[in-house]
């Protein structure tokens, strides 16, 4: 079998650059993906190999001269091609997650030999993932030593990133209690309760790390209104608006989004939310149509949830639709499937309220109240809590119970919209810990990971969720001041970034945002 040489790229020809000095290289695995170091220009770069002619072109470039020196850098690979791996001899191991589609890679994470518990890795020279995707291996020349890192260094579901103590940083923001995130990875958004106030910050999609931009407050210029203990906050279907619902007046403030910037013009407000017996609604929990076009509002009375209706047209503003008496009382939490078929609503009877929804209008009917969430455990249960999976497959119901607190899987008919529950999670069993009184959920929009607050234990709580079955398997407890964990002291809500990445929970006490890494 001879060879002979079909292609030859040289740095600096036919717009070549970023590979003077070339030190390593590695194939991307089941791709048409290369990854090379330069130590004289420090750049990792990708080159991808045409389906047509077999020849590589430079898809990417981006420089680490914080890892790369001229006297080495060397490469490896994940086993399942979603991280690359860049071991330097200055005693460093750069981590970089690589995109399935494009395969470019960012830097996510940078270990360094003698800081924190790690040691061994001066005078990197080799760096390789086992095949079972479970260890990491580097090779230390200077000490002639072999580091072996569990995948996420340190076997842990979450690696504790920091806290925007917004306090120090000159942000007037106390008593935070819910945070939402837009999909384009840009931005996020914070309920001031104590405040009336919502505050947008900056999000560093590679980091996490969220930067302060602006802050609205009730009374601000422009007769804003609707954010009086303010609550909760969610970012519309389509990234266009942002909601807040306060309960002093009954409102529901609407904002328009900058979409390059993130920041918001407010528009207006529905105010003196009504039941449909006349009285005053307290909204707790809002939740979007997957078109943005229509906003539900769950309230604290027999007559559980609102419809509310974006208009366009002569301006931008917001309506009540519809006010229904149907199903079970004081909806604390409601979320809309990703079909947009369905409406479902936790309520203090430990049950979950199934409406159908009309696509076109907007308008809800009822269909059944699941009473039978938490049947079988002994004490009191209530539905404070759900999450739905982005595949469509699965609610799950959190309740902080009385002494315990459970989480229940649902498996969810696309064609009715009826519920079965597939599992359940109980405080104490199984090794399972902080689940006694459960504020939030939030799932992973690749599925993989479910998380929960717990409010007085000042906790995070992991679960692996099997995408098939829905069963989730526990993993480990955040706490707050606890292994340098920070910011989470009364953690009132849990928000995922779109691609995954990282987790954000909201310490009320704490006055702060705690940001985690998932590792995966």
Known sequence: GGRSVVQLRRDGVDGVDGRGSRLSLVAA????????TSGLDRTVTQLR?????????????????????????????AAAGDRLYLASPSGK?????????????????VLENGVGDVDGLAGGIAVEEDPQGTFVFVGGQTFSTLVALARGFGGQALDFVGANDLDEEGVQLSGPISIALARDGRNAYVTSSNDNALVVFERDPATGALAWLERTQEGDIGGVTGLRAARHVIVGGDDAYVYVGGQQPSAVAQFARDPALGVLDYLGAVIDLPRQDGSLATPLYQSSSPDGHHIYVGVDSAFPVAALLREESPAPGLSLLEAYAEGLSTASFLEVSPDGEYVYTGSSAAGVGVFARDDASG???????????FAGLEGS????SLALSRDDRHLYVGSPGVGTGAIAALERNPATGGLTRVDLVVEGEEGVEGLDSVSSLAITPQGDYLFATNLFDSALVVFERDPATGALTYVTTKRDDVDGVDGMSIATFVKTSEDGRYAYVVGFSDNAVAIFRINR
Do not use: C, K, W
């Open 363 to 373: 308008l809800l009917t009822f269909l059944d109240a699941e009473t039978e969430v």
């Open 381 to 384: 249960y209530r539905a404070n």
């Open 49 to 77: 190999r045409s389906s047509v002619d077999g020849m590589y072109s430079v898809a990417a470039t981006s420089a680490h001269p914080e890892l790369i020196f001229q006297g080495g850098g060397v490469l490896g690979m």
């Open 93 to 109: 191991l750069g981590v970089f997650e690589r995109g399935s589609v494009t395969g470019s890679v960012s830097l996510v994470d």
């Open 29 to 36: 695995p089941g791709s048409f993906d290369l990854y090379v």
